[in-house]
């Protein structure tokens, strides 16, 4: 029995097709890499923290405009945010037991709906979100718990 063999068969070999996936993971590696979905998880983060902070202090303020002046109480004096003292702010609706009361903010909804609380490391009464006041009546609002090494704080 004779046995063909043809010459002309067309395929790729072995060899390419290792090639192709070798080039194909090069780039998947070098693309995850650039792309880094964990740095663009903790920027998001940052970004809702930074709202959050201002949207607080816009609260403060609107209700010291609405009060002639007058703070919310509760809002312990310090030199800078995250400051020494324990003046982090309460989550809405829980008990605020050493923590800074912001509650008349809330009231009938009147300057913000509900306290914003940091998207990673708020506790269950605690916003992990910081605000005190300066020697001149400034309001600093901060969030101690920012990540990459970023500073987010807002005074007025």
Do not use: H, W
Not at 31 to 57: F, M
Not at 110 to 129: E, L, M, Q, R, W
Not at 142 to 151: D, F, G, I, Q, Y
Request: aromatic share 6%.
């Amino acid at each position: 029995m004779k046995t063909y063999y043809c010459k002309n068969q067309k395929g790729f070999t072995l060899l390419e097709i290792l090639l192709v996936i070798a080039l194909i993971a090069i780039l998947a590696g070098i693309v995850i890499v650039a792309i880094n979905p964990a740095k663009q998880t903790s920027d998001a983060r940052n970004t809702q923290r930074l709202v959050d902070v201002n949207t607080i202090l816009n609260a403060v303020y609107q209700y010291s405009i609405d009060n002639s002046g007058v703070m919310p109480t509760g809002i312990l004096s310090d030199t800078a945010c995250p400051g020494s003292g324990n003046n982090e702010i309460c989550k809405t609706g829980t008990t605020c037991t050493g923590l800074v009361d912001l509650s008349v903010l809330t009231n009938n909804s009147k300057y913000i709906v509900s306290i914003p609380f940091d998207p990673k490391n708020s506790t269950t009464n605690g916003t992990a979100y910081k605000i005190i006041k300066t020697a001149d009546n400034r309001i600093t609002v901060c969030a101690p718990s920012a990540e990459n090494s970023a500073t987010i704080s807002v005074t007025r």
